[in-house]
């Protein structure tokens, strides 16, 4: 197959698997600046601003930003390719990494609150890589290329949280407080994402997808946000895919979010915290190609409905622990489970109920929505757990789920038939 008339003829089967490979690598290092400053975050926010309410602000920000470069960065893919798109992603986080040093250094927590948007930057190019990873794959194993991109990240982000302790002398030696060694990762793991990114995903698997055009071709009809939502609202599947990442993303940030604070309230030691979100983590990309497998054999709405229950469990297990750190451990460790789930269904789902043209922009309108959700359920989770306790809060996020039951009863009703109608059935 041609591509243009001058770019060279490609394998596609070969330029996918070198795209996952190189995506893979980005998200080991890339993970590990999301876990590190995962991990102390919210304990930063706490001692900047001096407020439990406010220490939540740290992941609000960071899926604020996550939120707000979506669309900018899906936009710029659709315009000019991936590579572009996620090496712009990864640099805007490591400038993140050294606004919130710079942040801490000085004592300021509005500044330390924009740098976390930044921040917030990577997370975005960290959950659009799998969609890099969809591009030239089939449906029979889509779920499971992008799954094996979502568990690249294992290797990162579990590590990440653990570096609060080892990284604290490193810290002291720069003149720097203990807490803001595992920024100094994210940072550096920030950077080294968009070094591998830049200088390796050659060809463009999205400019190879569209046939080495620009994605926003007339054709795509440069569609607004507006317009992909009528997009996303005429399918029945695309619906329930968004709403099933949105809910599945709102309800782990917002029981994550307040883990740390509460573990520290209750006497848990730094390493000890640093290990629990460690093991979620894990739970969330560890078993990723697994949940792909069966994604791709046992159908995208059975493993999406599948998490919503794991994250029933996890919300009814964190809720119910008390100061127990196994059983909070167990419940987060499940949250990551139900997330995994959620978010390799729902992107799979969502990838298969649109046409190739308007995939890209309403994926980042998908990822807009996904971590506004975020945002807000970090956002609350501070209050929340101000007002009603740990239990309280996991009770609050479990709520989330009931629209996508909802919707998804509705879709297998149409998809069978039973209302009379003839819906997309991807």
């Given at each position: ?31 590990l ?56 992603g ?39 890589a ?29 590590l ?10 490193f810290?002291?030696?720069l ?13 550096v ?37 507006a ?50 979100i ?84 309403v ?20 209050f ?21 039951f ?21």
């Open positions: 197959m041609s591509i243009g008339k001058t770019e060279p003829v490609h394998d596609a089967a070969a330029v996918q698997g070198r795209a996952v490979l190189v995506l893979g690598l980005t998200q080991i290092v890339g993970g600046g999301m876990g590190a400053m995962l991990a102390v975050g919210a304990l930063l926010a706490l001692e900047l601003s001096g407020s439990d309410t406010w220490s939540g602000m740290a992941t609000t920000m960071i899926t604020l930003g996550a939120a707000v470069f979506a669309l900018p960065l899906a936009s710029l893919a659709a315009r000019s390719g991936r590579r572009p798109g996620l090496t712009a990864w640099a805007l986080g490591a400038l993140g990494g050294t606004v919130v040093l710079a942040a801490a250094v000085l004592d300021t927590f509005a500044l330390f609150l924009a740098g976390m948007v930044l921040v917030g930057a990577g997370t975005a190019t960290n959950l659009q799998r969609h890099a990873a969809a591009d030239l794959a089939s449906d029979r194993t889509r779920a499971r290329d992008l799954s094996i991109v979502v568990w690249a990240t294992t290797v990162g982000a579990v990440g949280p653990n570096l609060v302790g080892p990284l604290a002398p810290a002291r030696a003149g720097l407080p203990d807490l803001l060694g595992p920024v100094v990762a994210t940072t793991g920030f950077g080294a994402g968009a070094v591998l990114t830049f200088a390796l995903l050659r060809p463009d698997p999205l400019r190879l997808a569209t046939h080495g055009r620009a994605a926003d071709t007339p054709a795509a009809g440069k569609p607004t946000v317009g992909a939502l009528r997009v996303v609202a005429a399918s029945p599947g695309a619906l329930l895919a968004v709403v099933g990442i949105v809910a599945t993303h709102t309800v782990m940030v917002a029981v994550m979010t307040m883990t740390p604070v509460h573990m520290s309230q209750h006497g848990s030691a730094l390493t000890v915290i640093g290990l629990t460690s093991l979620h983590i894990a739970g969330m990309y560890a078993l990723a190609p697994i949940v792909g497998w069966l994604t791709d054999r046992l159908g995208r709405v059975p493993m999406l409905l599948a998490g919503q229950t794991v994250l029933v469990a996890a919300a009814a297990v964190s809720g119910t622990a008390g100061h127990d750190e196994t059983w909070v451990t167990a419940g987060l460790v499940l949250l990551g489970l139900g997330w995994s789930f959620g978010l390799v269904s729902g992107t799979a789902l969502l990838a298969e109920s649109l046409a190739a043209e308007v995939r890209p922009r994926q980042g309108i998908s990822d807009l929505l996904m971590n506004l959700g975020g945002a807000a359920g970090g956002g609350l989770s501070g929340v757990l101000a007002q009603t306790g740990f239990a309280g809060l996991n009770l609050f996020a479990a709520l989330f789920t009931l629209p996508v909802a919707l998804a009863v509705r879709f297998l009703i149409a998809r069978r038939g039973w209302d009379g109608s003839d819906p997309n059935t991807a």
